[in-house]
């Protein structure tokens, strides 16, 4: 089972936007790569870091109106909202250390 919550086009402002704890948000789509890469350790980072952050996931070929409402034109991206706005945004697959170091203050 996944660390991961999915959500959509039509759970998007519910889980997302009205949500009480900052939410990190991984757009990816199957056919990429690097976003296959990123996301066990997303998945690490939801176990560990779950009760401070919401992690959850969006399949932007099954969800185009998202992607596209977030300006989403490359994946992966991780895309952190607190208090239902936009406070941080990663284009590109990292390695763990330099993932936690560029969320830290949304970890601890």
């Known amino acids: 089972m996944s660390a991961l919550a999915d959500v959509n086009d039509q759970t998007f402002e ?21 976003c296959r890469q990123l996301m066990p350790i997303v998945e ?3 176990t560990e870091h779950g009760d401070k952050i919401k992690f959850v996931k969006i399949n932007i070929d ?23 706005q936009l406070v941080k945004a990663i284009v590109g697959a990292r ?7 560029e969320l830290s203050e949304y970890l601890t």
């Open 14 to 34: 519910a889980e997302v936007i009205q949500a009480s704890l900052p939410v990190l948000v991984d757009f990816w789509a199957p056919w990429c790569g690097p």
């Open 44 to 46: 690490q980072l939801a």
């Open 62 to 84: 099954e969800n185009p109106q998202t992607a596209r409402q977030q300006n989403v034109v490359s994946v992966p991206t991780l895309n952190v909202f607190k208090d239902g």
């Open 95 to 101: 390695p763990k250390p330099m993932l936690v170091a």
